[in-house]
């Protein structure tokens, strides 16, 4: 689609459709972002200070923790942020109903967010988040020179479900966007990815590292002329960019590679810009640093954030279990607060023995659909014995059957064209990494190398509107 015309006759009215004021804070955030820091840091604590109010007065969970510190509800600011205790993910799964506040249907979506416990998190977001969250993307998109509208080739998750996939559908039409499942692939889908990007010609691409990775690697080794199809830039998401990767993908699109760093939680946090610093989206979050230093980064600090924004599940002091390393400031003059580095997320990938690659989410959205379906799974695991053969630990909630595991086992098996044969046990907890994090996926190195493995998802594949 004609990117003028996506824009304007398509998303804009989509955002007036859904209640969105995305093109109004757009203008806004594209002003602010030239702020003096204390200009911004002014907006932000007013915003922290009505966040802190509206969450006292009407989740059960922080009025609760309000009166334990001892807080008024009607008279508390930014300043009383840090009486409240830190919100840790395991809080977020146990809590989540009674943080919810009470909201009109219509009004709010649903986001499920999780991957790293085992456990998709899901939360709601009320519309005016969901518009200051994608303002602030396109605000940063812009810093690329791509506008919304413009033709996007995205690598990213797809729907298992029909219904869902019919939804991803229309809201890639709206988006104007065309995409290629990081699920599953095989050099022939590749080839077809690419003969697809030749007819649909992208302004951008965007998407999981690995897989962009994956995509260039192979355009690579099969003399497919990438560069020559004119996209103007790289975003890459959702997992850590190497300076390797970002080389292999740079070289092969023959455009520059931006890392956008987000969490399915609060949404994006920090873009890189033009002279490689990574800003925070300052307007829509307040960030906490609690120092961290470890041996090879002295400087790292735990990355604790305030969404200023959704009222429907207000998160205040959010520990999303990154680390960061701030920066004394950019030259590009923005005074959005600044990071030399974010590190601690990663992603994992399961190769079966013919090669084929089948990304974290792919895990992530099979035990999803059996939640959904009913099962009452509290946590999970998928491990990879051998190249044919998966183990699904299975933390079981109440009412779990054996049946239920047997289900998901088929399901997987099938899904995945018979590579694998899929085992269930239950357990009554897993077991961490030396790290203390747990991971979702426990897979055996690729045999033939390939991208850089090793990692765990932080993201549900969509994030908002997807
Ligand atoms: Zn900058």
Redesign the pocket.
Known sequence: MNAWLARNLVYRPATWLRGERVFGLLRRYEASQWWSEAELRRLQEDALGRILRHALRHSRHYAALGREAGLDAERADAGDLTRLPLLTKPDLVEHAAAIDVARWPGTYSWKTTGGSLGVPVRLKKDRSATAAEQAASWRSYGWYGVRPGDRQARFWGTALGARARLRFRAIDWVLNRDRFSAFAFSREDLRGYYRRLVESRPAWAYGYVSMLVQFADFCREEKLPLEALGVGAVVTTSEVLAPGDRERICAAFGAPVYNEYGCGEVGAILYE???G?L?LMAENLWVELIPDPTESRPDAHRLVLTDLHNRATPLLRYDVGDRVVPAAG???G?GLP?FREVFGRAYDFVEAADGRRFHGEFFLYHLEEARDAGMPILQAQFVQERPDRLRVRIVPGPGYREEDGATLARRLARESGERFEVATETVGGLEREASGKLRLIRALPAPRGGPSVGRTPQDRAERGAG
Do not use: D, V
């Open positions: 810009c033009e002279r610093t800003h950019c030259a590009c923005r600044a």
